[in-house]
């Protein structure tokens, strides 16, 4: 029967257990295994499975839930617990650890660079355990991989984002293998999160009005706010506007962006919290930008131009995709129903708020592009590995028309992921053993220590993981659906599905085109043979969700599971549904083999196979993304790639066959050479070296302390210059750039000399050069010998550059004369040229203005 009113009870617990809502609430607990454990005393033997949407009491992994295991503990078991010392003595070691953990001095309180503020992070999605599903992917598991190394490493960090009241959709899958979506309303008291009192949010929806209840989370150290439109000021479809991530129609996201962007201002600002930078992890929370710029309009008297300069001094924007539908676009139509009245209150037209989101090589009309605002309105950008910074420089260099690829003003930090959110509990305990108990903060030299681990400890992990993985799979076969179609006569194949002795390939991610899931039944004889090798065999583990929307992505799990469901190589080959982080823990810890086929340059980092090394599993992947920069030759395998002009048919099929080579020729032969103990050396080896080369390098700590050093702390700084004696800094940079850019078109480089005979190879070359300046003083330009050898092309490949002075303080009426010498440092073509930018010492970027003024082809 159903109830006609539903409330969560709250347990009263007894006195000596009452830590336990601390320790439940703080999510700290879902990288501190002590904590966990705890709760596992709750969970009555068999006890109900209990799901509040994403999660269940007792996770694919078998790890405990203590938000649901606290709120369905019978009283019998809790006045046992009670009663019991040992217990009770843990719970209140535990709570105090949390305390000590609070207040410790973390490395930002040591070695972190003085006087940072707080830094607020805003994300569409936190993926911080399977117990809280609030994420989709990658994008989210990031986000909250960030927060909680932030939090260990004592970054002073606030999480902004949504709460959805239905979270992520659960993926299902029908008789014939077509993903089917599930919705299921979330509890947010059984999330760890509560309301943050007197706190409603309020913003204007196109002159309706939309208030929003703000809910605080705990994430170790870090606060994470969630904003709610489910509250009884709303109108019904208000109400709805937080139903469910990535869900509804374009204004239904707009909408959504907007409440995350400037609700998320505003519940910053009524909750106490005092930003002083501000990072947003992709564009969806972009509007942040041009509610700042509101307030400092509105509130300090500042002109449009000045505000803008004030906002993107402290403000952090990562792109974190190549491909063009990650990227949120909106109509100018929309846009205009939505903005026009910020327009109006900036005392802008409304089409130079939409040249915010204009990209240079579009039509006028094109919609309004998020990640364009994102770096527009951002003085530090970054990609999220070293090619996606290669790749995002090529697309978004548009809006640097002139400035040369290399110098395009993004960034990279390399994503990481949150090592103790990740790895076993054998991992960590060998870990600990040899690098200590700080090993998630441990450098390369400590990771060195891994040296003197025994082959066979090191095997017997990953003998380990595979065992439970397997026995996961199985577990969650049984349970699933997918068991029924092919039961009939061989009831409980699933039982006897998978080998734990055989090599195991991990392959779980976005079921998305360019991702490639299907590569290998491309060659559906070859992937048997592979399959059911009678003495070598390799087993294929499989798990993603597609899109509700990519019926690309659904034909690709349907093909899956049809070739998984063939009785011949059904016990080698599993798709499991329903991706999730629990799922996804299982996997990575007990993968030989972590497996990713992106068609090169289309994956930003890709962080699961970064999670998969970290439990001593080896990458076999396309050299995409992190994998890029992270292979080194022995540390896993890399997928050779065809040539990117090929047709994309043709690609993949060379791309598949040179797949199976690697898995036939390499991976295969080394799995199974084994010696006298059963151990295979050249594998443990393998496996070694990638630890003590990809452990320090993988750590999300890595990554936040590169986006301190290189983010946070430089636009803290130059935030605070810009808005000292009532942003005298930004009202003045804002006045340069607004008369460089009117100059501009007038500077010329004109008369450039160089040496009467061509320079012999490490001679010094004199070049003068006279720079029309166009009004602009010479100390607001920098003028520069750009040289190099000449490609084939007629470019200089790889240029250096030599500065120019000026010759004479005197400037005549044709220009200002400058001199500088470079030298031939190859022999062969060489070539120089000579460019002039403006400089000031408050640019964030040297050639963020975009101006740069090339010479004219040689007078001689
Ligand atoms: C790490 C992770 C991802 C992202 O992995 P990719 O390599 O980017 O595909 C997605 N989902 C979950 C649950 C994860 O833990």
Known sequence: MRPVSQFTVQPRLPGPLEPLQELAENLRWTWHRPARDLFRRLVDEGGEVHRNGGAGLVGADGAVNPLLALARAGRERLDALAADPGYVAQVAAQAEALDAYQQQRLWFQTDGPPGLGTVAYFSPEFGISEAIPQYSGGLGVLAGDHLKAASDLGVPLVGVGLLYAEGYFRQELDESGWQRERYVALDPELLGLRPVAGLEVQVELAGRPLAAQAWRASIGRVRLYLLDTDVPANPPDLRRLTDRLYGGDMEHRLCQEILRGVGGIRALRGAGEAPTVFHTNEGHAGFLGLERIQELVVGSGLSFDEAVEAVRSATVFTTHTPVPAGIDRFPVELMRRYFAP????CGIPFARLMAIGHHPDEPEEAPFNMAVMGLRLAGHANAVSRLHQAVSRTLFGGLWPEVPAAEVPIGGITNGVHPRSWVAEDVDRLLTQHLGPDWDQ?????????????????????????????????????????????????????????????????????????????????????????????????????????????????????????????????????????????????????????????????????????????????????????????????????????????????????????????????????FYARDGGGVPAGWVARVRHALMVLGPFVNAARMVREYVE???????????????????????LAAWKANVRACWPQLRIEGVRGPEAPPALGARAEVEARVALAGLRPSELQVELVHGAITDGGEIDNPGRAPMALVDPEISGDGARYRGRFVCDRAGPYGFTVRATPVHPELASPLETGCIAWALPEER
């Open 710 to 732: 290189a983010s946070y702390a430089p636009a803290e700084r130059r935030g605070a210059r810009l808005a000292a004696d009532g942003f005298a800094v930004a009202r003045d």
């Open 342 to 345: 910020l327009a109006e209150a």
């Open 442 to 670: 441990a450098t390369a030299e400590r990771w060195a220590g891994l040296a003197a681990v025994p082959d066979q400890a090191l095997w017997s992990l990953r003998e380990s993981g595979r065992g439970r993985l397997v026995a996961a799979v199985r577990a969650r076969l049984r349970a699933s659906q997918l068991a029924v179609p092919s039961g009939g006569g061989d009831l409980a194949w699933w039982d006897e599905v998978l080998d734990p002795s055989v090599c195991t390939i991990g392959f779980a991610r976005r079921v998305a085109e360019y991702k490639r899931a299907t590569l290998l039944l491309s060659d559906p004889g070859r992937l048997t043979r592979l399959l059911t090798d009678p003495t070598r065999p390799v087993q294929l583990v499989f798990a993603g969700k597609a899109h509700p929307a990519d019926e690309v992505g659904k034909r690709m799990i349907q093909e899956l599971v049809r070739f998984a469901a063939d009785p011949a190589e059904r016990h080698r080959i599993v798709f499991l549904e329903d991706y999730g982080i629990d799922l996804a823990r299982a996997l990575y810890q007990g993968a030989d083999v972590w497996l990713n086929t992106p068609r090169r340059q289309q994956e930003a980092c890709g962080t699961s196979g970064e999670k998969a090394a970290l439990g001593g599993g080896l990458n076999c992947s396309i050299r995409d993304g992190w994998w890029d920069e992270g292979f080194d030759g022995e540390n896993g395998w890399a997928i050779p790639s065809a040539d990117p002009a090929l047709d994309p048919a043709e690609r993949d099929r060379r791309e598949a066959a040179e797949l199976f080579s690697v898995l036939e020729d390499r991976v295969v032969p080394l």
